[in-house]
């Protein structure tokens, strides 16, 4: 099957770093895109960024540049969102979700939730 | 930075047909646009309906579609079911990014 498996949720303190990933299964990791989407509870999607699995090429959101930092280990087919110093304001769930041509987008994960309170 | 407009909330009966929009800030959403439709349910992910405008994934029910109307992208609901009853997302590609619509809210009723 073709699946995206996200890890676990996350509770860290203001000030953490984290790293949640996004594992790609029963597909060619490298010929795809994947992206990062944030919804807070009760609210709509916005989109965090996306990186090429095959040269990671990386494209952030203007309101997330500097904020995160996304990453592909192509040996294990896992892309990696990583914050270094977390905020409050940094909670929500997280979603992976392929695409292919860089504008079309098919799979998603499961989601991650993460959660940053002191 | 591109604003994507969608109506907040829409009600349908089942079997009925609704038709849904997504506009842009910047003008006239084309197929240049890419626009990809959403599903969320409660609890879940979102799920892909369609992409490109048009195209449908080997997933999506066959009364989902997917067209550009009045300079907007529309997604089209025909026969709805009660399991219809759900969020919906565009998300448009545009200025070289990708930016999500707020969502709608379709009621089945």
């Known amino acids: 099957d073709v699946q995206l498996v996200q890890s676990g949720a996350e509770v860290r303190k203001p000030g953490d770093s984290l790293k949640i990933s996004c594992q790609g299964s029963g597909y060619k990791f490298t010929t795809y895109w994947i992206a990062w989407v944030r919804q807070m509870p009760g609210k709509g999607l916005e989109w965090v960024g996306m990186i090429y699995a095959g040269d990671s090429e990386t494209r952030v959101s203007p309101s997330y540049q500097g904020q995160v930092t996304l990453s592909v280990d192509t040996s294990i087919s896992t892309a990696t969102l990583q914050w270094n110093s977390l905020k409050a304001s940094d909670s929500g769930m997280y979603y992976c979700?392929?695409?292919?041509?860089?504008?079309?987008?098919?799979?998603w994960g499961q989601g991650t939730l993460v959660t940053v309170s002191s | 930075q591109t604003v994507v407009t969608q109506e907040p909330s829409l009600t349908v009966s089942p079997g009925g047909t609704v038709t849904l929009t997504c506009a842009s800030s910047t003008g006239a959403v084309t197929y240049g646009s890419y626009p990809n439709w959403l599903q969320q349910k409660p609890g879940q992910p979102p799920r892909t309906l369609i992409y490109s405008t048009t195209n449908k994934h080997s997933w999506t029910p066959a009364r989902f579609s997917g067209s550009l109307l009045g300079g907007k992208a529309a997604l089209t609901l025909s026969g709805v079911q009660p399991e219809d009853e759900a969020d919906y997302y565009c998300?448009?590609?545009?200025?070289?990014?990708?930016?999500f619509g707020g969502g709608t809210k379709l009621t089945v009723l």
């Open positions: 998300l448009l590609y545009s200025g070289g990014a990708h930016v």
């Open positions: 979700v392929r695409l292919f041509g860089g504008k079309e987008l098919d799979l």
